[in-house]
């Protein structure tokens, strides 16, 4: 049985094979936080959920529920961001990276409302 080698193209170079690629040493390698601040957030996100539900048990009504409402489920939010998602150990620009489109967001919402509101009250001006 005869074997065949690869034929290269006529006028191709063969290069010489590439070096190995060495990852560059990180320095917070195995790097973890402890576990009591793990504990210490669950706990806290367990007190906040259970105020949360405290507020709809109380029966609180209008803006004070719904204030209350939003105000524990954002601290839930920026808890569960800061430290379980490592936000809260990362330098500044990523911070401000990815807090500063949905702060923008909120931003833009609260103008178009109040456009809205004086649109509503000027209608119920001059229509009513």
Do not use: C
């Not at 601290?75 to 949905?102: C, N």
């Not at 456009?115 to 009250?121: I, M």
């Amino acid at each position: 049985m005869k074997t065949h080698r690869r034929s290269q193209a006529p006028g191709a170079t063969r290069y010489p094979p590439a070096p190995p690629i060495r990852q560059a040493p990180v320095a917070h390698a195995g790097q973890q936080h402890p576990i009591g601040l793990y504990l210490r957030v669950w706990l806290l996100l367990f007190v906040l959920s259970t105020l949360s539900y405290g507020v709809d048990y109380v029966q609180l009504q209008g803006l004070l529920r719904w204030s209350l409402i939003v105000t524990l489920m954002l601290a839930k939010a920026g808890l569960i961001v800061a430290v379980f998602m490592h936000l809260a150990w990362e330098r500044l620009a990523l911070i401000v990276a990815i807090l500063l489109p949905p702060l923008a967001v909120l931003v833009l919402v609260g103008l178009m409302w109040a456009e809205g509101l004086h649109t509503f009250v000027t209608r119920g001006l001059f229509f009513n």
